[in-house]
């Protein structure tokens, strides 16, 4: 069990996607402008993160090894993924429409966010079972989502103050993100 727990914090504040692999940009920076649709969002990627962990572990344990079809797990994930972002959408587009428009064009890029396809080939990479796959993507989503609605409360914050007019929009946002990153650098030493 501690190494399961090792593997969240580790892949939630350690090595978090956005903030020290600098995967999942686009809709971070996007999205975080109303804190409704970060919360959204973290969910969605949850959501879409731990299955496609869970279901591209077992088609490359038990379809694509054994039949040394290796080369083909990229392409076989991001089938996975685009499957599970169309579940997530029509969900979503049917019982709560507000959400649905809130995130706008970033529930389908969902499909191509590299973090999602990140984490299942590390997984592979990482040499994984099912089970640690499972709690390796629920961490990085896990951290995706600490990490959005984070600079979501900080952009509301910035909302409110008087940014100097070369500094208002993106430079800020990105400023806020870089120290986001340095404060998340913090998390390095961190041991059990």
């Known amino acids: 069990m501690k190494a399961l727990i090792l593997i969240i914090v580790g892949t939630a504040l350690i090595n978090n996607v956005v903030l020290n692999q600098f995967l999942g940009i686009c809709s971070f920076l996007g ?16 959501f879409v993160i731990t299955i496609a962990s869970a279901v ?10 054994p039949l040394s079809l290796d080369y083909m797990k990229t392409i076989v994930f991001i089938l996975v993924i685009a499957a599970l972002v169309q579940i997530v959408e029509m969900f979503l587009k049917k019982k ?15 499909t191509t966010n590299c973090a999602v396809l990140g984490v299942a080939l590390t997984n592979v990479q990482n040499s994984y079972n099912f089970v640690q796959s499972v709690f390796a993507g629920f961490g990085t989503a896990l951290g995706y989502t600490i990490a959005i609605i984070l600079l979501a409360g900080i952009r509301s914050r910035i909302d409110e103050q008087a940014v100097p007019a070369p500094l208002r929009g993106a430079p800020i946002v990105l ?9 998340f650098m913090g998390f390095a030493g961190l041991t059990f």
Do not use: E, F, H
Not at 96 to 110: C, E, F, M, T, V
């Open 31 to 46: 999205v975080s402008k109303q804190m409704k649709a970060s919360v959204s969002l973290g969910g969605a990627v949850i």
């Open 56 to 65: 591209a572990s077992l088609l490359y344990t038990y379809v694509l090894a």
């Open 96 to 110: 709560s429409p507000a959400i649905y428009n809130a995130l706008g064009i970033y529930l389908p890029l969902i």
């Open 175 to 183: 400023i806020s993100a870089a120290l986001m990153s340095i404060a």
